[in-house]
């Protein structure tokens, strides 16, 4: 199905001079007297490899459908990460080239859509935001206000987030899966 560049959104998989793309990132750029354009920041199904692509607002890509499956995320077996379907109780394993921006989002149990293309697994499509436990964070400072200054703080997965100051450890915080940035503290 072809769409506008405009409607290009991070996620989606497009055919591009016929390879596949996930979309990772998109920024829309309008330079004074030039046309606009969306910066795009696309991983390679195929090969893995992360591309940038300007696509002009007037061009149309290709953008393909994949079926989709719910399945569980289980372990972690070296490379490879293995997902159940939760009703088959099928198993599949995925190497961690194909799941490289996800894995610091996954838990053991968490639900996900796989995305398979020619019955091919291309990768996965995580939920909007996930819960996870801060390991370690700086303690507050004194006299900052909390929508003044944030800190770092790292979760159980490793994954390095801003959070603000009245965080702690052990706190579980909510965290968007399309830019890593905290939401808000769930306990």
Known sequence: MLISVTQVRTGMILQIDGALFRVMKTHHVAPGNVRGAMQTTMRNLASGSK??????????????????????YLYA???????????????????KDLLEDSLP?????????????????IGVTLPTTVDLTVSTTEPALRGAT???????????????????????????????????????RVS
């Open 105 to 121: 989002y996954l838990l053991p149990n968490t639900r996900t859509i796989v995305d398979v293309f020619d019955g091919n697994v």
């Open 51 to 72: 591309v940038e692509k300007r696509l002009r607002t007037t061009d149309r890509v290709e953008r393909v459908t994949v079926e989709s499956q719910e399945m569980e």
């Open 146 to 184: 909390a929508s003044a200054s944030m800190k770092p703080a790292t979760l159980e997965t490793g994954l390095v987030i801003q959070v603000p100051q009245f965080v702690k450890d052990g706190d579980v915080v909510r965290v968007d899966t399309t830019d890593g940035r905290y939401v808000s």
């Open 77 to 95: 077996d070296g490379d490879e990460y293995v997902f159940m379907h939760p009703e088959t109780y099928e198993q599949i394993s995925m190497h």
